[in-house]
């Protein structure tokens, strides 16, 4: 069953996700008949970085080097499904995926998954996909019978598989509606590392006390080659920025390590940050509720602990 992935790129470079979805598109073809993988990409990229895709699965990729808002690109998808052939399109679970995925599905009255945490299996009449519920309290397993599905997945979820092999690549120029949405400014995000792309996330909360004392987090991330993040009082009071927030209402992350600092542990906080693979948590409130859900806690001042774990990290990284 030939299987579509949609993949952005910035800057000239895949994201992350980009190849994760290619990944999962090609584990998902080999499970239900072994077709081939598309890859449909938007955004400017040089050739060797389209044909970089090939390494993890895609046989053919669809280059659309046209701006385009979702709209636009939601034709374009469905325009290199139909091309393609495709049964199953993958699309990451991010905030274009969370713009496009609902509207392809209704299009093609399609079924539609999202927020799967797990490749799916196959079933008596379709396949199987994993996805949290109840902001992460439980694991649904759903079933999608439908001939045409529509997954979206979540980012760091299932990981990048190489399988090698190359792909062929073609500029791809279908007929897109044109954008409605006037470009005013554009403001760049800030930090060293893309916060969704992340697998390392240094986050802290109003126990911090003020934006003046952040140079501890950005150290402490600097030092671990981490991104940075924050509750969503501190970026609703203005001491980070917006796209920093993350929790149930902002950024959903699933790092290989979480460090939450000077954050107490609200439901919707945890909501977003509950899928990483471990969590440290380090309160000076031994009551907080983020210690519940913490692999690893510290009960003790932010502003005496930061600077030894930062010294610890700078020892460590120098002796290996």
């Not at 999962?24 to 072994?34: L, M, P, Q």
């Not at 460590?316 to 290996?320: E, I, L, P, Q, S």
């Given at each position: 069953?030939?299987?579509?992935?949609?993949?952005?790129?910035?800057?000239?470079?895949?994201?992350?996700?980009?190849?994760?979805?290619?990944?999962?598109?090609?584990?998902?073809?080999?499970?239900?008949?072994?077709?081939?993988?598309?890859?449909?990409?938007?955004?400017?990229?040089?050739?060797?970085?389209?044909?970089?895709?090939?390494?993890?699965?895609?046989?053919?990729?669809?280059?659309?080097?046209?701006?385009?808002?979702t709209t636009g690109m939601l034709d374009a998808v469905q325009a290199a499904a139909e091309?393609?052939?495709?049964?199953?399109?993958?699309?990451?679970?991010?905030?274009?995926?969370?713009?496009?995925?609902?509207?392809?599905?209704?299009?093609?009255?399609?079924?539609?998954?999202?927020?799967?945490?797990?490749?799916?299996?196959?079933?008596?009449?379709?396949?199987?996909?994993?996805?949290?519920?109840?902001?992460?309290?439980?694991?649904?397993?759903?079933?999608?019978?439908?001939?045409?599905?529509?997954?979206?997945?979540?980012?760091?979820?299932?990981?990048?598989?190489?399988?090698?092999?190359?792909?062929?690549?073609?500029?791809?120029?279908?007929?897109?509606?044109?954008?409605?949405?006037?470009?005013?400014?554009?403001?760049?995000?800030?930090?060293?590392?893309?916060?969704?792309?992340?697998?390392?996330?240094?986050?802290?909360?109003?126990?911090?006390?003020?934006?003046?004392?952040?140079?501890?987090?950005?150290?402490?991330?600097?030092?671990?080659?981490?991104?940075?993040?924050?509750?969503?009082?501190?970026?609703?009071?203005?001491?980070?920025?917006?796209?920093?927030?993350?929790?149930?209402?902002?950024?959903?992350?699933?790092?290989?390590?979480?460090?939450?600092?000077?954050?107490?542990?609200?439901?919707?906080?945890?909501?977003?940050?509950?899928?990483?693979?471990?969590?440290?948590?380090?309160?000076?409130?031994?009551?907080?509720?983020?210690?519940?859900?913490?692999?690893?806690?510290?009960?003790?001042?932010?502003f005496e602990v930061l600077p030894r774990l930062i010294e610890s990290v700078k020892k460590?990284?120098?002796?290996?």
């Open positions: 069953m030939s299987v579509l992935a949609f993949v952005e790129s910035a800057n000239g470079k895949i994201k992350k996700a980009g190849f994760e979805g290619v990944s999962y598109a090609k584990n998902t073809a080999d499970k239900t008949g072994g077709g081939a993988v598309t890859a449909i990409v938007f955004g400017a990229a040089d050739a060797a970085e389209l044909a970089s895709l090939g390494e993890y699965g895609a046989t053919t990729v669809l280059h659309v080097s046209n701006e385009a808002d091309k393609a052939g495709a049964k199953t399109i993958i699309f990451p679970f991010d905030v274009l995926g969370k713009a496009i995925a609902p509207r392809l599905a209704a299009r093609l009255g399609a079924g539609l998954v999202s927020g799967a945490i797990a490749y799916p299996e196959t079933s008596g009449s379709g396949i199987v996909v994993k996805k949290n519920v109840f902001s992460g309290k439980a694991i649904a397993h759903v079933e999608m019978a439908t001939d045409i599905k529509v997954i979206a997945f979540s980012p760091n979820a299932t990981g990048l598989n190489k399988v090698g092999g190359t792909a062929n690549v073609e500029a791809f120029a279908p007929n897109m509606r044109a954008s409605r949405i006037k470009q005013v400014e554009v403001k760049k995000q800030e930090g060293e590392i893309p916060l969704p792309e992340a697998e390392l996330v240094v986050s802290a909360g109003r126990g911090m006390k003020g934006p003046e004392n952040w140079g501890l987090i950005e150290e402490l991330a600097h030092v671990l080659g981490a991104a940075t993040a924050c509750s969503r009082p501190v970026s609703d009071i203005g001491w980070r920025p917006h796209h920093e927030h993350v929790g149930q209402t902002g950024i959903t992350v699933r790092p290989n390590l979480y460090i939450a600092v000077g954050i107490s542990g609200a439901i919707q906080h945890l909501a977003g940050v509950n899928q990483s693979k471990v969590i440290v948590v380090i309160n000076k409130d031994p009551e907080a509720p983020f210690f519940k859900a913490a692999d690893y806690g510290i009960v003790g001042d932010a460590f990284k120098a002796a290996h």
